[in-house]
């Protein structure tokens, strides 16, 4: 069992944790020169997952620390890491997670999971590391980390400017959708209008339910000429689409 940790043994284990990946130790943001005691990026240009670390060595320096909140929209999770038992789960908010620090210091051990946060990192930020703060991995060179930032770079503008093209296309579909089912339901509307006044005329022919439709085509004839003061007989062509209209209202009422 160690008899202290430190910060510095801390960052190394933290160091050790992210073998495969990009990790900087006392990286600077812009609020006030303060610094985040590490941040990692996992090397990777399809999922990109940035970890920023507050480490604490003792309980007053926890307790009576806010500057740990600017760090947030630097990375999409963030993560307390200090010995074992010095800070306790619940005493930290939902934002963040909990890293101890085993008692033989030797490794680290997770006590809560920080959430992911699908954040957008400030573009200024990413510059910084690249001109500023490039510290070489035991498999890359300075030159080859500089190709690597750019690259990632470019590839985030990319995939931002695709999401955005998509986004457009996707409100362009919708508001078509919603065109069209605007224009049926006026069209719906219309109809309803329409078999509204047809019912009523019904109504006045007192023909009110199916069994009304025992009426031969004669009797029928006659009612629609006393409903309409007289039809002229020479119009027998369109007393006959009439009645054939009123059969089809005749099979929607009897359907409902």
């Not at 190394?12 to 990692?40: P, T, Y």
Request: proline fraction near 3%.
């Amino acid at each position: 069992m160690m008899e202290k940790i430190t910060a510095r043994h801390i960052v190394n284990l933290l160091a050790k944790r992210h073998d495969k990946d990009v990790f900087l130790s006392e990286v600077g943001v812009r609020e006030n020169s303060q610094r985040m005691d590490a941040w990692a990026l996992k090397a990777s240009y399809a999922s990109m997952g940035a970890t920023g670390y507050e480490i604490k060595v003792s309980y007053a320096d926890f307790a009576n620390d806010e500057k740990w909140r600017t760090y947030l929209k630097y990375c999409t999770r963030f993560y307390f890491v200090c010995p074992s038992g010095l800070i306790r789960p619940e005493e930290l908010p939902d934002d963040t997670g909990l890293l101890w620090v085993a008692k033989t210091g030797s490794r680290l051990m997770r006590k809560k999971l920080a959430p992911f946060r699908d954040i957008h990192i400030p573009e200024e930020f990413w510059m910084s590391l690249l001109f500023n703060k490039l510290v070489p991995g035991s498999q890359l060179t300075y030159a080859n980390q500089t190709a690597y930032w750019k690259e990632w770079l470019t590839q985030k503008k990319e995939k931002a400017h695709l999401g955005q093209n998509v986004s457009k296309r996707l409100r362009a579909v919708i508001e078509e959708r919603i065109d069209k089912v605007g224009e049926f339901n006026r069209k719906l509307d219309y109809e309803n209008k329409g078999l509204t006044w047809i019912k009523s005329i019904l109504a006045e022919l007192e023909i009110t339910d199916a069994n009304s439709w025992g009426l031969r085509k004669g009797s029928v004839k006659r009612r629609l000429e006393a409903f309409l003061g007289g039809i002229p007989s020479n119009l027998d062509v369109d007393i006959t689409n009439v009645i054939a209209m009123l059969k089809k209202v005749q099979t929607s009422i009897c359907d409902k």
